[in-house]
């Protein structure tokens, strides 16, 4: 991941739980917090595609181009994704299921997703990785 954007949150980013269980990351990602409409625009004006990852979507996360520039957006595991960012979406996208459970912890999802992008961008399919510069809050 180029950087971490959490939208209207709550959550102490540098509590020592997250930062022990970063492994580190925390001090080499550039990381944000912000209000999701502000979020949102700038993703907007800089050509950023947002992917939302929802329990029910209309495709899987294995047919989304992840090459191009885009925001990997995972909701709460208790409420998921607002309103907001699911009419904001360019993509919305699933990581299908077997058995009883409808969806993964949001742990486990950002990791098949990152995962994913990072699959595709490997590929040598012609990602270029963009500079957006920074994104103040």
């Not at 949150?9 to 990381?31: E, K």
């Amino acid at each position: 991941a180029d950087a971490v954007i959490a939208s209207d949150s709550s959550i102490d980013i540098y509590n020592p739980h997250a930062v022990r269980s970063s492994l580190g990351a925390l001090f080499t990602t550039q990381v944000v917090r912000g209000e999701a409409k502000k979020i949102i625009s700038w993703l907007k004006e800089n050509n950023i595609k947002i992917i939302c990852a929802l329990p029910q979507a209309d495709s899987a996360y294995t047919t989304v181009n992840f090459r191009e520039s885009c925001a990997i957006v995972l909701g709460s595991e208790d409420k998921g994704l607002g309103i907001i960012w699911k009419d904001s979406a360019d993509y919305r996208v699933s990581i299908p299921m077997r058995g009883k459970s409808d969806s993964l912890n949001v742990a486990t999802a950002a990791g098949v997703l990152l995962y994913e992008a990072l699959r595709q961008r490997k590929s040598g399919l012609g990602y270029r990785k963009p500079n957006h510069g920074l994104l103040t809050s």
